[in-house]
């Protein structure tokens, strides 16, 4: 049974336009609830039997779309479908009116999404060009040469996207030793990694650490567009720390995940709306008397992209600031 696919368009679509109304107002808190919200009562009626494996947190950190939240409408005999969501991916830039911000799930049949913990993971992302050159553990300017090589492209040439952080200082110098152009951004590492493997964008790679669950999320990009994520598990608080030995993860710490481990389902489905205008999707927007929203839609198997350009009509969405 294939997935509810047009269901799960608008899940995405309804939650990017919930957000939208709160961009630039400097408010994440709301807008992220927002997302949420709009998210959630969508799923609810999908004729599916379906499980929240990454969400907003634990049942005693989010009151809805929490880990382990089952949701749907199907009966015993609907497809039973694990999901993983952000309902607002890059809260920041949507508060601000920043580029990148999306409404993004990935869906899977059972088990076939990691459920990540809440953590940090240590990441290199690239194209299908490079997937088979680079290494996690490999010197940067090795990676970096490599990564030019299977292109075909010099190195100054090339621009890579690194979360600008503290953690990252030692990274973000050796990568402009080795000459490439370093593209640092506040948030939103998961619209980074997409814009690895989609055509067109510029970018070459996506080095540094960023949000466990979120590598998750880019895994099933992944695994759609023919790219690649290579993650670790990296624990940088005492808390964090603490999180891993509840869940015994301890002998978990070594190992380099690749997207056919972090989503291993034999069908894995990928939606992401724009909130704000980014690399891949366009943000949410006034068109006549509706939202018009840009979302990318990918099943792993299916050799194509598919960009959707819907309308909704106000009427549609109780909008109260467009």
Known sequence: MAFPTEDLLEV???AAIAAAEWTGLGDNEAADHAAVEAMRERLGVIDIQGRVVIGEGERDEAPMLYVGEEFG?????????????????GTNLCAYDRPGATAVLAASGRGGLLHAPDIYMEKLIV??????????????ADNIAAIAKAHQVTVKEMTVVVLERERHK????DLRATGVRVQLIGDGDLSAGLSVAVPGTGVYAVF??????????TAAAMRCL???????????????????????????LDRIYTSSELASGDEVGFFCAGVTDGPVVRGVRAAGEGHRVHTLVMNSGVDRLRFVDSIHPFSAYDATVW
């Open 208 to 217: 540094g650490i960023g949000g466990a669950p979120e590598g998750v999320l």
């Open 170 to 173: 030692q990274l973000i110098a």
């Open 12 to 14: 995405v679509e309804l």
């Open 226 to 252: 023919g790219g690649e994520i290579f993650g670790r598990l990296a624990p940088l608080s005492a808390s964090q720390e603490e999180r891993v030995r509840d869940l015994q993860l301890e002998s978990e």
């Open 127 to 140: 194209g299908a060009e490079a997937r088979e050159v680079v290494h996690l553990d490999a010197p940067v």
């Open 73 to 89: 409408a199907g009966g015993p005999d609907s497809r039973a479908v694990d999901i993983a969501v952000d309902p607002l991916e």
